[in-house]
């Protein structure tokens, strides 16, 4: 089955500065790429996803990049706010039964 | 708000009992999955239904099972309880083929 490996397991940032976390996935059929925030407490919320017809996605201070070839795909934050703390996960889909394999998540601190 | 409810918030209980998670499905969404969660953990997938059919098995004990009704509302039957099932249980309900996965509030299960 998938495999999805994530890096780094924990990140600190200066606020203003860019965060990239980055994921890596095994099965070549996987084609959607989300992401998700999970708040201290909370669920999982979407905040960007990515299909494997597109390279780069943005949506304001957030960008998911993907390279099929490497089969890796990356979440850049720019401008970082305290706010943006929170554990970020990636995952990848197959088309397929829609099965989705999560990484292991990312404890991003921004340092005020 | 994702669209997907669960029911209950909170959950405490004590070891050997069983208990019973809830969860709605977003409206038009064919597919739910359940995910758990201990502290600090990363989301295990535990088993996905589709069009109250079983579609695929993660790391689902046998003391726990799971159904998806008619109405597509699934249930999480959680047994012989011990300590170290206290996590949180997430729901999450995706359109079906590559549609976006989406959270509900997760039940928190404490089992003392």
């Known amino acids: 089955g998938e495999n999805v490996e994530q890096h780094p397991s924990t990140l600190s940032v200066q606020e203003g500065d860019s965060a990239v976390i980055k994921c890596t996935y095994s099965d070549s059929a996987s084609n959607y790429f989300p992401w998700y925030k999970q708040e201290l407490g909370k669920r999982p919320q979407l905040i960007i996803d990515i299909r494997s017809n597109v390279g780069e996605k943005k949506d304001q201070r957030i960008a998911v990049t993907l390279n099929k070839t490497a089969k890796h795909f990356s979440l850049h934050i720019t401008e970082t706010q305290p706010e943006d703390s929170a554990v970020y996960f990636c995952a990848a889909s197959i088309r397929a039964g829609n099965q989705f394999y999560f990484g292991t998540g990312t404890s991003l601190t921004v340092i005020p | 708000d994702s669209g997907v409810t669960q029911t209950p918030k909170h959950l405490i209980t004590a070891t050997g009992q069983r208990v019973t998670l809830r969860c709605s499905p977003r409206s038009g969404d064919l597919s739910v999955y359940w995910y758990q969660q201990s502290l600090d953990q990363g989301l295990q997938f535990l088993i996905q239904?589709?069009?109250?059919?079983?579609?695929a098995k993660g790391n689902i004990l046998e003391r726990f099972s799971a159904q998806q009704f008619p109405d597509l509302h699934s249930e999480l039957n959680l047994s012989s309880l011990e300590l170290g099932d206290s996590a949180l249980y997430f729901c999450a309900s995706s359109a079906g083929t590559s549609g976006s996965l989406y959270f509900g509030p997760g039940t928190r299960l404490t089992v003392t």
């Open positions: 239904y589709y069009n109250g059919e079983e579609r």
